[in-house]
């Protein structure tokens, strides 16, 4: 029986936030065909690298999306929204699945001045 868990992003840190460290990409089964759900969409998969607020320990969780996160890239720092945890058993095996509504790209907090704009000493 595979059920829905909604996840508290505001528990994750936002010191660091969240960061794609690995690309977007469409998900296949294991004869390499392309996975689609219920309405035919193409399923993406996105390695998202996340972190508890207050802990030093960091997971990297493959999140799955119904639409390909455009202008996310490997290194880039990226939102979600609707990430639901789904638990699965399959032949004696389980484990855990992400899904997000989507993954967009966010700017960095520590990004430089773009040239030319005056920032106040």
Same mark, same amino acid.
């Given at each position: 029986?595979?059920?829905?868990?909604?996840? #508290?992003? =505001? !528990?994750?840190?936002?010191?660091?936030?969240?960061?794609?460290? &690995?690309? %977007?990409?469409?998900? @296949? #089964?294991? #004869?390499?065909?392309?996975? *689609?759900?219920?309405?035919?969409? =193409?399923?993406?998969? /996105?390695?998202?690298?996340?972190? !508890?607020?207050? @802990? !030093? *320990?960091?997971?990297?969780?493959?999140?799955?999306? +119904?639409?390909?996160? /455009?202008?996310?890239?490997?290194?880039?720092?990226?939102?979600?929204?609707?990430?639901?945890? $789904?638990?699965?058993?399959?032949?004696?095996?389980?484990?855990? $699945?992400?899904? +997000? +509504? &989507?993954?967009?790209?966010? %700017? $960095?907090?520590?990004? *430089? %001045? &773009?040239?030319?704009?005056?920032?106040?000493?």
């Amino acid at each position: 029986m595979q059920s829905n868990i909604p996840i #508290d992003l =505001t !528990r994750l840190t936002r010191l660091t936030g969240l960061m794609c460290v &690995s690309a %977007p990409e469409q998900r @296949t #089964d294991m #004869d390499g065909q392309v996975r *689609k759900d219920r309405d035919g969409n =193409t399923l993406w998969v /996105t390695g998202i690298a996340l972190r !508890r607020a207050g @802990t !030093r *320990k960091a997971s990297v969780i493959d999140v799955q999306t +119904a639409a390909e996160p /455009t202008g996310v890239t490997e290194g880039a720092m990226v939102g979600l929204t609707e990430l639901d945890v $789904s638990l699965w058993e399959i032949e004696g095996r389980h484990g855990l $699945s992400y899904r +997000a +509504a &989507s993954i967009y790209p966010r %700017p $960095s907090e520590t990004a *430089k %001045p &773009s040239r030319g704009v005056k920032t106040e000493a």
